[in-house]
C-alpha cells in the first residue's frame, strides 16, 4: 500500500476513535446510574454540607472541618498536616494517579511519561489537603445538601479508598506533597483513562444515593449529569441530593 493511503487509513481510523470516545462520553452523561432514583431512607430534616471542586480535568471532594470529620482523618497528623491549625475549614479528598498526581504539581511541570501512564494504567494514590475558606459560588464549586446518612456514606466511601498498613493506619507517601498542607497517601485500585479521578468522584456520589451519569471521565460530564438528574440547579445555586 502506498505511504500516503497508509497515512489516510490512519487518520480515518483516528477519527472514528474520536468519534467513539466522544460518543459515548455524552451517552455516559445522558444515562442516569443508578436508572431510578432511590428513596433516601435518612433525615431529610437533618442535612450536612459538602462541596464538589472541578477544574479542567480532576474533582475533588472537600468535607468540612468538624469536629467528627477531624477525628475521623485523625491520621492527618501522623503525616505531618497541621489539622489543628484555627484557619482550617475544609479537607479536600481526591483519587488519583499515581505518576500523574506526583509529577505534575503545575502544568508547567508535565511529562510525557505520567501522562502515558494516565492514559494506559497506574497505580493509584490518595491526595488529602487542608483549606481554608471556600466561597461556593465560584464557578469552580458546587455547594452539596445532601441528608446525614448520605453524608456518612460517601464519607466511608472515601475513607475505604486509602490503602492501610499493617497496623490498620491509612500509609502516607513519604515526601509526598505539594507544600505545608497537603499529602499524599497510598490507595486502593488502579487509575487509567476508563477509571479516573472523575469516576472514582463519581461512585462516591452513587455511594451516598445520588444520581450520576453512567460514566463521568471529566468534570465537564459529571457536572452536567447532576444537573441533569435534577441534583443541582442548570442556573447554578445550592445541589440537594
Known amino acids: 500500500m502506498p505511504k500516503r493511503g497508509r497515512v489516510k487509513r490512519a487518520a480515518k481510523g483516528a477519527c472514528v476513535i474520536a468519534v467513539v470516545i466522544v460518543l459515548a462520553a455524552v451517552l455516559g452523561s445522558v444515562v442516569p446510574r443508578p436508572l431510578f432514583r432511590m428513596a433516601d431512607a435518612g433525615d431529610s430534616a437533618s442535612t450536612q454540607r459538602i462541596l464538589l471542586l472541578y477544574n479542567p480535568i480532576h474533582t475533588d471532594i472537600a468535607f468540612p472541618a468538624t469536629p467528627d470529620i477531624l477525628k475521623r482523618f485523625d491520621f492527618l497528623s501522623d503525616a505531618g498536616l497541621p489539622v ?18 506526583l509529577e505534575t504539581p503545575t502544568w508547567a511541570d508535565l511529562k510525557p511519561m505520567p501522562v502515558f501512564r494516565a492514559l494506559t494504567i497506574d497505580r493509584s494514590v490518595m491526595h488529602v489537603a487542608l483549606a481554608g475558606d471556600i466561597d461556593p459560588a465560584l464557578p469552580a464549586v458546587d455547594e452539596l445538601h445532601v441528608s446525614e446518612r448520605s453524608y456518612n456514606q460517601m464519607l466511608e466511601f472515601a475513607l475505604a479508598s486509602f490503602a492501610l498498613d499493617p497496623v490498620g493506619v491509612p500509609q502516607s507517601i513519604d515526601g509526598a506533597g505539594y507544600g505545608e498542607f497537603d499529602r499524599f497517601f497510598e490507595a486502593h485500585g488502579w487509575f487509567n483513562a476508563v477509571a479516573g479521578c472523575n469516576t472514582w468522584t ?9 444520581r450520576t451519569g453512567f460514566w463521568n471521565p471529566i468534570p465537564v460530564s459529571l457536572r452536567w449529569s447532576l444537573r441533569l438528574f435534577g441534583t443541582c440547579p442548570p442556573n447554578g445555586g445550592t445541589c440537594r441530593s
Open 202 to 210: 463519581a461512585s462516591a456520589l452513587r455511594a451516598a444515593g445520588i
Open 84 to 101: 489543628g491549625h484555627p484557619q482550617v475549614r475544609w479537607i479536600i479528598v481526591g483519587w488519583g494517579g499515581r505518576s500523574f498526581y
